[in-house]
């Protein structure tokens, strides 16, 4: 068994170091872990095996830790990669006890001031949680792999096959420390002749609903797809509304057709990615006027289990031509009724039914202009990328320049993704490693549940968004092209390295310490579980995926 106090200990000091994504705290924390394992005897003899890495043009100069482990029981190829992540996000919600934040002794006592609901108030007292910035998420789940690579790497000689730690920068803001890190894991697979068979991450796992006492492992991942619409409507004087198309009216219809519609869930195995729900939604008019809105623009975050980026899009282009079509109707109807009662003439407004994609909108335009719009594209995008953009407002702009140059100015709808894209990872036991990982883990937790008092649960998809997505990617080329062609910013300010996650290209797990209020100032770890049960079932995770 790993050293519960020593999990303990790492947690509280990880906790204590400050490391909000974007900070210099980052930095901090990477140079704790590494300090950390350069101290043990295995890294003394091999210092080779561990490094600070730098991530890609980062300006605040952030790092990840990099350690490997080698066995020396016979020779084996075979390796498991840990991952976790080093940065939190921010303190302000605590208030005015943001000071304790990351302190969980000092916190402790200033959250006995506050007022808090039962359920946290008898974890306060119970002695049984530790509270604090981070510490559920996910410096818990750092400190037990930080605690796996020593017993492991004094144990090296009873070790075959091999173990790569990973301690990640940037989780909680753009996965860059992962995003970093694949190249490496490829560059190390090269040089030190090992086989990836899974990747293991101990990010948070906690409660689904009020009352759940069941302790959730995760053979697999949710994905994330972020799609935009821009849609451009048909401007009027407000005192002719019916000779214009309003872009609200359009937007608002998309919205009410793809926000929580369960029929865009992806449904496997008995779990359901949560619907899309809306992330922006606004007009584009930045003036007052009487002239009615012709731009708006939305976007949703789109969970995945199954659907890949060309499914996603025949979906939403499907969704948005019935948003389309029932606005028309709308409009019409309306319409007709305002003639009857003025004593108008009716006539059947002249608008159709469009809905296009990125690459079919790009098509269009090339076919009208040549290589000409390449040009006008490239100074725009030389402006924005001048003016540092968010990256959802970069692509919106490409779109609406692009549609600028475009002969036809009927309403229309423009389909397109916006970064970040995760892809989703389900583990089906189609190969050998998917096959090895499930058994390893279903062993585990069984030897789990025959000593510990727990309802265990292993599920498919770990719910949240995290850095094991960047561990597989679709393979079919359709999938793939269809995210990059439909996305304006890809390679100029957003990209994946596809080749090497490809090159990698394993399942993954998830088995996190048990706790509460991620993100929230009631943030906290249970003691019991995670600094006893869930390093166990890690650890015999790790060796059962090694073994053979």
């Known amino acids: 068994m790993l050293e519960r106090e020593l999990?303990?200990?790492?947690?509280?000091?990880?906790?204590?170091?400050?490391?909000?994504v974007g900070t210099p705290g980052e930095i901090r924390v990477a140079e704790k872990i590494y300090d950390f394992l350069k101290g043990l005897d295995y890294y003394v003899k091999h210092p080779d095996y561990l490094m600070l890495s730098?991530?890609?043009?980062?300006?605040?100069?952030?790092?990840?830790?990099?350690?490997?482990?080698?066995?020396?029981?016979?020779?084996?190829?075979?390796?498991?990669?840990?991952i976790g992540h080093i940065d939190t996000v921010g303190v302000d919600d605590y208030g005015n006890i943001r000071e304790y934040a990351t302190d969980p002794e000092r916190l402790k006592e200033a959250l006995r001031m506050k007022e808090l609901d039962e359920d946290t108030l008898k974890d306060l007292e119970s002695g049984d949680w530790l509270f604090g910035r981070g510490i559920f998420d996910m410096k818990a789940g750092v400190a037990t792999h930080m605690a796996l690579m020593k017993k492991l790497s004094e144990n090296v000689h009873q070790l075959e096959g091999n173990v790569?730690?990973?301690?990640?920068?940037?989780?909680?803001?753009?996965?860059?420390?992962?995003?970093?890190?694949?190249?490496?894991?490829?560059?190390?697979a090269e040089s030190r002749d090992l086989e990836y068979m899974a990747a293991v991450n101990t990010d948070y796992m906690a409660p689904r609903f009020p009352g759940d006492d069941r302790r959730y492992i995760y053979i697999g991942t949710v994905g994330k797809i972020l799609p935009c619409f821009y849609i451009y409507g048909k401007e009027t004087h407000v005192g002719q509304a019916f000779e214009g198309l309003d872009a609200n009216l359009l937007a608002a219809e998309i919205l009410k057709e793809v926000d929580l519609a369960f029929d865009l869930c992806d449904i496997v195995e008995n779990e359901a990615s949560v619907p899309p729900i809306s992330l922006s939604q606004r007009d584009l008019k930045s003036v007052y006027s009487v002239q009615t809105v012709n731009e708006?623009?939305?976007?949703?975050?789109y969970s995945t289990h199954s659907s890949q980026p060309d499914e996603?899009?025949?979906?939403?282009?499907?969704?948005?031509?019935?948003?389309?079509?029932?606005?028309?109707?709308?409009?019409?109807?309306?319409?007709?009724?305002?003639?009857?009662?003025?004593?108008?003439?009716?006539?059947?407004?002249p608008w159709e039914v469009q809905v296009l994609t990125f690459e079919?909108?790009?098509?269009?335009?090339?076919?009208?202009?040549?290589?000409?719009?390449?040009?006008?594209?490239?100074?725009?995008?030389?402006?924005?990328?001048?003016?540092?953009?968010?990256?959802?407002?970069?692509?919106?702009?490409?779109?609406?320049?692009?549609?600028?140059?475009?002969?036809n100015k009927n309403p229309v709808v423009i389909l397109f993704f916006a970064p970040p894209y995760y892809p989703h990872i389900y583990v089906k036991g189609e190969n050998e490693k998917e096959r090895k990982l499930l058994e390893a883990v279903n062993e585990a937790v069984a030897h789990a549940s025959a000593r510990f008092p727990y309802r265990f649960e292993i599920k498919k998809f770990y719910p949240y968004i995290s850095d094991l997505s960047y561990f597989s990617v679709p393979e079919k080329v359709e999938a793939i092209s269809a995210l990059i062609n439909n996305m304006p910013g890809w390679n100029e300010i957003y990209s994946l390295p596809i080749e090497s996650i490809q090159k990698i290209n394993v399942p993954v797990v998830n088995i996190g310490p048990y706790g509460k209020d991620a993100h929230k100032f009631t943030e906290r770890v249970n003691i019991s579980y995670s600094f006893e049960v869930m390093p166990e079932i890690l650890e015999m995770t790790v060796k059962l995926l090694l073994e053979g």
């Open 312 to 349: 996603v899009l025949a979906k939403l282009k499907a969704k948005a031509e019935k948003a389309f079509k029932s606005v028309l109707n709308k409009l019409n109807d309306e319409y007709r009724r305002y003639c009857l009662a003025t004593g108008l003439p009716y006539r059947e407004l």
């Open 164 to 188: 790569v730690f990973l301690a990640l920068a940037d989780e909680e803001g753009n996965s860059t420390g992962m995003l970093s890190a694949v190249d490496e894991l490829v560059r190390l």
């Open 360 to 407: 079919e909108l790009y098509s269009a335009v090339r076919a009208e202009m040549g290589d000409n719009i390449d040009e006008f594209l490239k100074k725009l995008k030389e402006e924005l990328l001048r003016q540092n953009p968010d990256q959802r407002i970069y692509s919106l702009q490409v779109v609406r320049e692009l549609h600028r140059h475009w002969s």
């Open 7 to 20: 999990i303990r200990q790492l947690t509280v000091e990880l906790t204590g170091i400050k490391s909000i």
């Open 54 to 82: 730098d991530l890609k043009e980062d300006a605040l100069g952030r790092k990840n830790v990099i350690a490997l482990l080698k066995g020396e029981k016979g020779y084996s190829r075979n390796t498991v990669i840990l």
């Open 296 to 301: 708006a623009y939305l976007y949703f975050n």
